[in-house]
C-alpha cells in the first residue's frame, strides 16, 4: 500500500481503540459560511483507495495555509479540520477547482475501503503535530558536527537553520541527498543560512557513509532522541525550517516543499 516518502521509523505504533465522534458540525466553532465562489464542480468522496489517492496527491497539500469548512461549508480552523481527518471519518475534498486552497471535509460513503481513512488518519495526526511546532520556538539545542564544529540555540540567532532529520537506512532520506546539495551550492554565497544534518545513527557509521556518499549539509551523529522527544519526529525524512529568531517557520519531508518554504521565506525576509 501507498504509503508516499515517510518512512515510520517507530516499529511498532500503540493504536487505541477510540470511540470515534461524528462532527459533522463543529460545537465550538463560530459558523464562518463559506465566501461566495465561482460555479462549483461537486466532487463526491472516493470508495476505492486508488481513486482517492490519486485525486490527493494531486489536489491536497495539507502542509499549506489553506482554509478548512465542515461539510455544512462552514468554515472551521486548520487544526479542527486535521482533527477531523484524524478520527478516519472524513477525505478532504476541493471545493472549487479555479481555488485550490480551500478544502471541505466529505464524509467517507458506505463501502470507502479503510485503507482512506487509516492514510488521512496518519498524515493529519502528522500535521498536526507538525502544525504545533510551527511559529513556536525550536527546543534548545546544542550540537557539535562531525567535523568539530559546534551550533547552539544561541549561536545560530540571526541565521536561518534548515535540519534534515534522518538516518542512515532510510532510503528516502538518502535518495534525495543530490537535491538538497544542489538547495546547498544555490545558497552557497549566503552567510546566513545554516544547512545541519541530524541522524540517528553513531559517529563512526556516518563517517563511514560519508565517504562514499556525498552530503554537503554539516551532520550531527545521534540525535535520536532530541528527534524524537523533543521534535516529535515519527518519519523520515523531516525538514524544519527555523527563522533568525529561532522560530519554526515549516516543517516539510520533501525536497521541493523544503524548497518552496525557504524561496518563499526569502522572498518575504528580503
Known amino acids: 500500500m501507498i504509503l508516499a516518502c515517510l518512512i515510520i521509523f517507530t516499529a511498532c505504533q500503540h493504536r487505541k481503540n477510540e470511540a470515534l465522534k461524528d462532527i459533522d458540525t463543529t ?8 465566501p461566495a465562489l465561482s460555479v462549483i464542480q461537486e466532487v463526491k468522496p472516493f470508495k476505492e483507495f486508488t481513486k482517492f489517492w490519486d485525486y490527493y496527491a494531486r489536489r491536497i497539500k495539507l502542509n499549506e495555509d489553506f482554509a ?71 527546543p534548545k539545542f546544542s550540537f557539535e558536527t562531525l567535523d568539530g ?26 535518495k534525495e541527498m543530490p537535491e538538497l546539495n544542489a538547495l546547498v551550492e544555490s545558497y552557497k554565497d549566503r552567510n546566513d543560512i545554516v544547512f545541519l544534518s541530524l541522524a540517528i ?11 562514499k556518499t556525498r552530503f554537503d549539509y554539516r551532520t550531527v551523529a545521534g540525535q535520536k532522541i532530541y528527534m524524537t522527544n523533543k521534535l516529535k519526529v515519527n518519519a523520515y525524512p523531516t525538514h524544519i525550517l527555523i527563522d533568525k529568531e529561532g522560530n519554526v517557520v515549516k516543517v516539510a519531508n520533501s525536497v521541493n516543499e523544503v524548497r518552496m518554504f525557504l524561496k518563499r521565506m526569502l522572498g518575504h525576509s528580503g
Open 149 to 174: 564544529n559546534s551550533y547552539t540555540s544561541e549561536n545560530t540567532k540571526g541565521k536561518i537553520v534548515l535540519f534534515k532529520c534522518w538516518f542512515i537506512s532510510c532510503l528516502p532520506c538518502v
Open 27 to 34: 460545537t465550538n466553532a463560530q459558523p464562518v459560511p463559506a
Open 201 to 211: 545513527d553513531d559517529a563512526a557509521p556516518l563517517k563511514r557513509f560519508l565517504k
Open 68 to 138: 478548512g469548512y465542515d461539510t455544512n461549508r462552514n468554515q472551521i480552523s486548520k487544526e479542527q479540520f486535521l482533527k477531523a481527518l484524524s478520527t478516519r471519518l472524513y477525505q478532504p475534498i476541493v471545493i472549487n477547482p479555479a481555488d485550490s486552497i480551500r478544502y471541505q471535509l466529505k464524509r467517507n460513503p458506505p463501502g470507502a475501503e479503510n485503507a482512506i481513512g487509516d492514510y488521512m488518519k496518519m498524515y493529519a495526526e502528522k500535521e498536526l503535530i507538525f502544525y504545533a511546532m510551527e511559529k513556536n520556538p525550536i
